[in-house]
């Protein structure tokens, strides 16, 4: 949510509304990575101006019945294990170098050798004072009990993805010692 708002207030492309407050901005934008992971890319193609645009399907409540668990948990359960079973890797800006790593190791492309500068270039850009800003906007968010709860599916399935990532990163460290 933090990224998503510092991105669209610096004029990224984004539909929310930037100028305000985070808190009424995640409040209106409530949970992006539920809403991304509850999308399926269906299909994507070039077009004439060479920008990709893709269409996506939304996900179909009829495949999750469960008559033990709301609507929401069942959608929350199969996203989590759609991160499992749909995701080669799963990285996390907060460790960016290490997924470059293991998505360069886990589909033989050339992610970390080729991205590593451009991210240690864009660094410069990322002040101490800006990082001190991000840090407080999610204290913000986190401290506020009506964001929390817009928030909780994203928070659920965020979690799911660093323990995912944390596997990972074991797995590789397995891998490189044999």
């Known amino acids: 949510m933090v990224s998503h708002y510092y991105f669209c207030k610096d004029g990224g492309e984004s539909n929310a509304p930037c100028q305000q407050s985070i808190e ?23 077009d004439s101006r060479l920008k990709w645009s893709c269409a996506s399907k939304r ?46 190791e886990a589909l033989g492309l050339p992610f970390y050798d080729e991205c590593i500068t451009e991210f240690s270039n864009s660094k410069i850009n990322n002040t101490d004072q800006r990082a001190l800003e991000r840090i407080a906007s999610k204290k913000k968010l986190l401290e506020n009990e009506d964001v929390r709860k817009a928030l909780d599916a994203d928070i659920r399935l965020y979690r799911k993805a660093k323990e995912l990532f944390e596997k990972q990163k074991e797995r590789s460290r397995r891998y490189w010692k044999n």
């Open 24 to 46: 009424k901005f995640a409040l209106l934008v409530r949970s992006i990575f539920l809403h991304q992971m509850a999308s399926g890319v269906n299909k994507c193609e070039q």
């Open 59 to 104: 996900l179909s409540l009829d495949k999750l019945v469960d008559s033990n668990s709301t609507k929401e948990e069942m959608v929350l359960n199969y996203l989590e294990r759609k991160l499992v079973d749909t995701f080669a890797v799963v990285g996390l800006l907060d460790e960016y170098e290490t997924s470059l790593a293991l998505l360069q």
